[in-house]
């Protein structure tokens, strides 16, 4: 995984740029198999695939073109090491061995974050601790110096212990991946911009058929759509954490930047409606469309979701609810789906796709048996993806 010496940014490295290095695409679960197929449509090399996670083969350049285009994964990690340890000692050891040198230059700002499950090795901070001292022992022998300054570029390990397995990895993507940068306001229960794009792609929606969120809130469901629909990389407006690393030189981030901007297309009309009964969140939701350069292919406006009526035969619903966490709030989200019930119960050629934690949805809206249900995370909150599939639209 790990190469000779060479020169990038003016600072000596030992990974080669043209060495191909393993990356992991880290996903909520449930989401791993969509995550894969986007990983594949990048052209990258599939490795291992686990849960919560997919591993993938890239040059360093291909750390850009991950960040900028996956839609779905939380961040992108670059992995450093797996090993087997049960002490602290063999911990301290194995992390020593690997070279850190080559990834992080003599002033970089260094922090661990970790997690053990079914382990030896107990003990979050204990560990934090034992690897900083080890890549830091590691750099102090490299650079020859006794101390290090961090005072430069940040690089996050990712420490991960389960059943005395190691994995050591370091964060290419700084924010989460869903931090687009065109959300600076949400509801009060916000939908990862993730979660939202993976609803998408997962439903039978393409740019040529009518969509509509009833409940739409902050209009994130719509925004991820619009720019699936314009093939926007999603990760175009925002910066991230190995753009001030040595091994990805500059050059990579702008020849990724500028083929995204290529691979845009503004051609033809989309048909993306969202509404929501509060007026405050469908102007944030106009807000949030415009910063996310969607804005002229989406039209929200307020409206009760009882009030709706479809005047189409066909189209796709996607939508996530108010979930109901309090006794007084399940008497107005059963009305909500009531609501939906009737407005679609004669509309055979609509597809629905409702997220929702309330595992009582079926029972209110009377449809059909859905077609799938996928069990998802919003969040910490297990969450349900109801699938009900319409008739497809003639021709």
């Known amino acids: 995984m790990f190469g000779g010496g060479s020169t990038l940014a003016g600072r000596s490295t030992g990974l080669n740029p043209m060495e191909s290095l393993t990356l992991i695409a880290t996903a909520t679960f449930g989401l791993e198999a969509l995550v894969k197929r986007e990983v594949a449509a990048l052209g990258f090399e599939i490795g291992r695939v686990a849960d919560g996670r997919i591993e993938f083969h890239a040059a360093p350049a291909g750390i850009a073109r991950a960040n900028l285009w996956l839609r779905c994964a939380d961040r992108v990690l670059l992995k450093m090491g797996e090993f087997t340890a049960v002490s602290f000692d063999e911990l ?7 070279p850190w040198e080559g990834l992080i230059p ?7 974050n970790a997690k ?3 382990s030896a090795i107990t003990g979050s901070r204990g560990c934090q601790a034992i690897v900083k001292k080890a890549v830091a022992a590691r750099l102090q022998a490299a650079y020859g110096v006794e101390r290090l300054p ?3 570029a940040d690089f996050t390990l990712e420490l991960s212990i389960l059943k005395d397995v190691v994995l050591l990895a370091v964060d290419t993507s700084g924010a989460g991946l869903h931090k687009r940068g065109y959300r600076t306001e949400a509801g009060e229960a916000p939908l990862k911009e993730t979660l939202a794009a993976a609803l998408v792609l997962l439903s039978v929606w393409d740019k040529t058929r009518l969509l509509i969120d009833p409940l739409c809130g902050s209009g994130t469901i719509l925004i991820e759509a619009a720019l699936q629909g314009r093939n926007v990389a999603p990760g175009l407006q925002r910066r991230f954490a190995a753009e001030e690393w040595p091994l990805v030189p500059a050059a990579a981030w702008e020849t990724a930047r500028a083929a995204a901007r290529a691979a845009q297309n503004w051609e033809g009309a989309m048909q993306l409606h969202g509404y929501d009964v509060d007026p ?3 102007e944030t939701a106009v807000r949030n469309a415009a910063r996310a350069g969607v804005g002229a292919d989406i039209v929200f406006a307020q409206r009760d979701v009882r009030e709706l009526w479809l005047d189409r035969q066909y189209g796709v619903i996607i939508s996530n609810p108010p979930y109901g966490v309090r006794m007084a709030d399940f008497q107005a989200v059963n009305q909500i789906y009531i609501a939906l019930h009737k407005m679609l119960r004669k509309k055979q050629g609509w597809s629905v796709y409702i997220l929702t934690a309330d595992k009582q949805f079926p029972r209110y809206f009377k449809r059909a048996r859905p077609d799938r249900v996928r069990k998802l995370y919003n969040g910490r909150i297990e969450v349900n993806y109801y699938q009900y599939l319409g008739a497809k639209p003639p021709g």
Request: net charge neutral; glycine share 8%; aromatic share 4%.
């Open 150 to 152: 961090e005072s430069g």
């Open 106 to 112: 003599r002033d970089g700002r260094i922090t661990v």
């Open 280 to 282: 405050a969140a469908t």
């Open 92 to 98: 301290f050891d194995q992390t020593h061995a690997l």
């Open 116 to 118: 053990t499950h079914k």
